[in-house]
């Protein structure tokens, strides 16, 4: 219970924090929220999406699960992405995995650990369709980081499958899908070099057989 309490103080001390340099911000904010971006990320507790990249509370709205995936299934991601994208009509969606991703570790050993495994089944999946490709890689490290760049790509593929964001793209909605890598012991956020912001270049990148997928592990540009 000690543990709470000391949750409870600094969360009061940040509000007071924040109060400070500007008074009417929690009043504002809870009039509204006008978010640009959607970040669909991975759960880690190792990763705070917005404090991490500089924002504010209200500057963002997050959807995270374990290994940051996009399955069609998903109510409660769909629900967060149609919310996003034709209430607040955010302008970028931000799919971001991280190196060493647990889920994806766990995918890629075939773990057993309940539930989740038939969650994690996503990413097998994944691993066999660049089976070929991954068992040419050096070594373990360096097949899982690739694992873990491949399963941004193919998340940023279903983004844009949904009915949501190709009904945008379909009225003229400025929408723009990217994908971002993390490196929890750099702290640091890498630009995949993936952006798609209409069904033809989401043709594109689909008929391109994944150009990113044949960068050396590591070396994806920021």
């Known amino acids: ?13 940040w509000a007071e924090e924040l109060k400070a340099v500007d008074p009417q911000f929690f009043e504002r904010l ?8 959607l970040w669909i990320g991975c759960s880690d507790s190792r990763i705070s999406p917005t404090a991490s990249v500089g924002m504010l509370p209200g500057e963002m709205f997050v959807h995270r699960n374990v290994a940051n995936l996009v399955n069609h299934s998903d109510m409660n991601c769909l ?19 991280h ?20 969650w994690l089944r996503h990413i097998q999946d994944i691993m066999h369709k660049y089976e070929a490709k991954l068992a040419k890689l050096p070594d373990y490290e360096t097949r899982l ?16 499958e949904t009915t949501i964001v190709q009904d945008a793209w379909e009225r003229g909605q400025k ?6 890598i993390y490196r929890i012991a750099e702290g640091i956020y890498r ?32």
Not at 102 to 107: S, T
């Open 79 to 97: 629900a967060v992405m149609q919310f996003a994208v034709e209430v607040l009509k955010v302008e970028h969606i931000i799919v971001c995995g």
């Open 30 to 37: 809870s009039e509204s929220q006008s978010p640009d971006f």
């Open 191 to 222: 630009d995949m070099k993936i952006t798609v912001r209409s069904l033809e270049e989401l043709d594109a990148m689909r008929d391109d057989t994944f150009k990113a997928e044949t960068r050396p592990v590591g070396s994806v540009p920021v």
């Open 1 to 13: 219970m000690e543990r709470i309490k000391e949750l409870l103080e600094s969360n009061r001390r």
């Open 145 to 160: 980081d690739k694992l873990c760049e491949l399963n941004i790509i193919e998340q940023i593929v279903n983004v844009g």
């Open 99 to 118: 190196y060493g991703c647990g889920g994806v570790k766990a995918a890629f050993d075939d773990a057993r650990y309940g539930l989740v495994d038939n």
């Open 175 to 180: 929408l723009f899908v990217h994908g971002w």
